[in-house]
């Protein structure tokens, strides 16, 4: 029989929301009549704007007609969607970024997932513990892991930089050698951010240590207070060590539509075995047109609609939705005493389980009690455990619902 790549032995599996799904359907079969509320999904529920539908269904009527059909577009994307990421989201913020440093995607999971691929077999990888799961399992795959340690609950050949209160959820700095950074800001599951200086600390690092940081902004729209880094290239000399990825899912509602896009500058640069410089762009560029054949036109139609004047305020008002959802829920639990971290400038709240609660315990408390579904933290990472995450994609009336539920429980 034909070998399988073993790496994919090394997998935890999807235990996390396979267990959630576990417990939460044999709760309902026990209690039939329960109304559940999940404030446990990370995806949005407020459907498309309409500035981006009708764009959508524009590119469709011009797909039907011979003459303004388009087949295969460019693999990197069309110029005018490039050009309205680059003149919105950096010219406007004041950083320069070329039309060929931007790769349109049908989605960040990918593009985080992907990058690796690029670097060596060798390469050490850093990663925040909790985190977002693609970018460990991704070089599980890979082979860069080593074993998995079940009574550390980690992987012995990965560097996880713990982030919980005791550090404000801000990472150390790693204490050996790492080639790949990943930081996820706001964050993904704590909803916290890095401000300025911490980043700046990030990008210096990287640079006087030869590493790179891969940079996943996917939250990015969910930033309110003005002096929170949107993009790690407002940090002088981002490029030279950072790629960006960024995801119209969250901002725009494409979790299903799918579109994303990634930065790579020109500037950045890694070695190849002889040690001479190479530009990790055209390595990106090789892999995205030899293994991706471009977004959809219509996606990239209703995509490029989000940065018109009636697609910003359409996507204004969304955001300040779930955005209003998270403070509801923030205060909420606040004001019962418990420690609550994030849903400032992202839609997750954190929050510290009430005593010494294991995250496990706690959500099979939620569940029962009060018939609310979240996500336990430590299915993100050792440091995540005691820790809860709940979303603010929820409706309004769930939301409220919800927090007036956990307030009558006894904590
Ligand atoms: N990065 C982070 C941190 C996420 O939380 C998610 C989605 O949950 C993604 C990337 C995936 O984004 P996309 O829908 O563009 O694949």
Redesign the pocket.
């Known amino acids: 029989m034909t070998q399988i790549n073993h790496n994919y032995t090394l997998l935890q599996g999807s235990y996390l929301f396979s267990e959630i799904a576990k417990r939460r359907t044999k709760f309902m079969q026990d209690n039939p009549n329960a109304q559940i509320i999940s404030l446990g999904i ?1 995806d949005v529920t407020r459907g498309l704007p309409d500035a981006i539908t009708k764009a959508m269904h524009d590119a469709v009527d011009e797909l039907s007609n011979p003459s303004t059909f388009r087949g295969y577009g460019p693999e990197q994307g069309y110029d005018f969607l490039i050009n309205d990421i680059i003149n919105n989201d950096y010219k406007a913020r004041g950083i320069d970024i070329a039309t060929n440093e931007v790769f349109v995607s049908d ?4 593009d ?1 997932g992907n990058i690796q691929e690029i670097f060596s077999q060798d390469a050490v990888i850093a990663v925040q513990d909790p985190v ?1 799961p ?1 970018y460990v399992d991704t070089n599980v795959m890979a082979g860069r892991s080593g074993k998995f340690n079940k009574e550390t609950n980690q992987y012995e050949n990965i560097v996880y930089l713990k982030c919980d209160a005791s550090n404000n959820f801000t990472p150390s700095l790693p204490d050996r050698k790492v080639d790949l950074i990943y930081l ?1 800001y706001p964050n ?1 599951p704590t909803g916290m951010t890095l401000s300025k200086e911490e980043l700046k600390r990030w990008v210096d690092f990287a640079k006087a240590n030869d590493c790179i940081i891969l940079y ?1 902004s ?2 990015e729209a969910f930033i309110q207070e003005a002096d929170v880094p949107r993009s790690i290239y407002e940090i002088e000399g981002a490029k030279e060590v950072a790629i960006e ?1 960024r ?4 901002t725009a509602g ?2 299903g539509v ?1 579109c ?1 896009y990634t930065v790579v500058p020109r500037e950045l640069k890694a070695k190849d075995a002889d040690g001479n410089a190479v530009l990790v762009n055209d390595l990106w560029n090789r892999r995205h047109t030899t293994k991706f054949n471009g977004v959809s036109y219509v996606t990239q139609r209703g995509a490029a609609a989000i940065y018109t004047p009636e697609g910003k305020a359409q996507i204004a008002s969304i955001i300040d939705y779930y955005m209003t959802n998270a403070g509801i829920i923030r205060e909420g639990l606040a004001s019962l005493g418990l420690e609550v971290f994030g849903g400032v400038n992202a839609p997750y709240i954190w929050l510290k389980t009430p005593n010494g609660l294991d995250s496990w315990a706690f959500f099979d408390k939620l569940l029962s009690e009060a018939n609310i579904v979240g996500t336990p933290g430590v299915g993100f990472g050792q440091a995540g455990q005691g820790y809860f995450r709940l979303t603010a994609f929820g409706s309004r009336e769930n939301t409220e619902k919800a927090v007036e539920r956990i307030t009558k429980l006894s904590l």
Request: net charge positive; with cysteine; proline share 0%.
């Open positions: 990370g989605g960040s999971k990918c985080v977002y693609v996820c993904n996943d996917a939250y990825f995801s119209f899912s969250k494409f979790t799918r994303a």
